[in-house]
C-alpha cells in the first residue's frame, strides 16, 4: 500500500504523512507526458481538487500537470477531501498520480506552499513544516514580478455558513455531491457523443440567483478583508468559481477548482495574471488535431 494511500484510509492522519517524501520516488500508473507543448509560469495556483471523490476531475488535472510548469505552486485548500473520505473510501490510481505529480514538482526545485482548506483541515495542525519539500502554511503574501502584493488563503474563514452553521455545511456538501453525479452522467453522455466537457453544477450556480448572491457577497467580503491587511489583493479558492474582480481598488482572484470548472489561475514572468479553462484548452487542442489530420489526408 503506498503512502497516499495509506493517508486516505486514516482519514488524513498524521500518522503516515511523513511517507509523503517517499511517495515522490515511487511510480505513476499514468506515466508523466514528455511533450514539446510544455509551458513555463512564474506561479501557478490551484485549488478544490477534492481528491477521494468521484467528482474530481483527475484525469483532466493530471493533462494540465504534464503541461505547465512554474517556479513556485500554491495549493489554496481542499486538495484531499477528507470529509468524504471519512464516510466512504475511494481513491483510484489517478489520484495517486496527481499527488505524485506535485511531490515531483517540489523535488525538481518548484516551492510548492500548502494551504489547507476546509475539506483538508486536519494538515492545518501541521502548519508551519515542510513535508517532501511541500510547505504547508495557514495563508502566505505573495509577492508579483511587478511588485503586488497578494494574500493567499483558502477563504472558507470568510464562508458564514462554515463558520456558523457546520450542520448546514455538510448537509449541503451531500446535496453537492448528488449535483456531480449527476454531471458525471451528463458528461458520460456527452463523451459518447465526442462532445466537449460540461459542467452542469456550474451553469446550475449561474443560474440560481441566491447562488449568485452568496458568491457575489463572499468576493466582496473577502477583497474587503485583503484591504485592511495592506495588500494589494487576494487569491483564493473554497466556492468553486473561478474569477477576476476589481472590488474598490483590490485586486480578487478566484482560482476555480478542478470538480466543475477545471481551472487554475497564473503569472506570467511579467506579473500579468491569467485565469486558464483547461476544458477549453483541451478541446481547443483536439480541434486543432482533427484540422492538421483532414489537412493531411486533403494533401
Known amino acids: 500500500m503506498d503512502a497516499v494511500t495509506k493517508i486516505a484510509m486514516d482519514g488524513l492522519s498524521g500518522g503516515t504523512i511523513a511517507d509523503f517524501a517517499d511517495f515522490a520516488n515511487s511510480h505513476p500508473a499514468i506515466p508523466e507526458r514528455a511533450t514539446s507543448e510544455r509551458r513555463r509560469y512564474r506561479t501557478i ?37 477528507g470529509w468524504r473520505l471519512k464516510k466512504r473510501f475511494y481513491w483510484p490510481a489517478a489520484h495517486n498520480d496527481v499527488v505524485w505529480r506535485l511531490l515531483k514538482r517540489a523535488k525538481r526545485g518548484t516551492e510548492v506552499i500548502y494551504i489547507p ?7 492545518r495542525q501541521f502548519t508551519g513544516l515542510d513535508f517532501g519539500g511541500v510547505a504547508i502554511r495557514r495563508k502566505a503574501i505573495h509577492e508579483t514580478a511587478d511588485g503586488r502584493r497578494l494574500l493567499v488563503l483558502h477563504g472558507d474563514e470568510f464562508d458564514a455558513i462554515t463558520l456558523a452553521h457546520r450542520w448546514l455545511a455538510h448537509v449541503g ?13 451528463v458528461n458520460a453522455y456527452r463523451r459518447f457523443f465526442n462532445l466537449p466537457y460540461w459542467s452542469l453544477s456550474k451553469h446550475a450556480k449561474a443560474k440560481v440567483k441566491n447562488a449568485v448572491q452568496f458568491i457575489s457577497n463572499f ?4 477583497a474587503q478583508a485583503a484591504g485592511s491587511r495592506g495588500v494589494d489583493g487576494v487569491v483564493c479558492g473554497h466556492i468553486h468559481t473561478a474569477e477576476f474582480r ?7 482572484y478566484n482560482d476555480g477548482d478542478w470538480v466543475e470548472g477545471c481551472t487554475a489561475l497564473v503569472e506570467h514572468f511579467d506579473g500579468r495574471m491569467e485565469l486558464l479553462h483547461w476544458a477549453d484548452e483541451i478541446a481547443a487542442r483536439a480541434k486543432a488535431r482533427s484540422v492538421a489530420k483532414i489537412e493531411m489526408m486533403a494533401a
Open 45 to 81: 495556483w490551484i485549488s478544490d481538487i477534492h481528491l477521494g471523490t468521484r467528482g474530481c476531475n483527475a484525469d483532466m488535472l493530471i493533462d494540465f500537470l504534464d503541461h505547465v510548469d512554474s517556479e513556485r505552486m500554491y495549493l489554496v485548500g481542499d486538495i484531499i477531501d
Open 117 to 123: 482548506g476546509n475539506h483538508d483541515e486536519v494538515m
Open 173 to 185: 456538501d451531500v446535496a453537492y455531491e448528488f449535483m456531480m453525479a449527476l454531471n458525471r452522467w
Open 219 to 222: 468576493e466582496e467580503i473577502v
Open 246 to 252: 476589481d472590488i474598490n481598488g483590490i485586486e480578487y
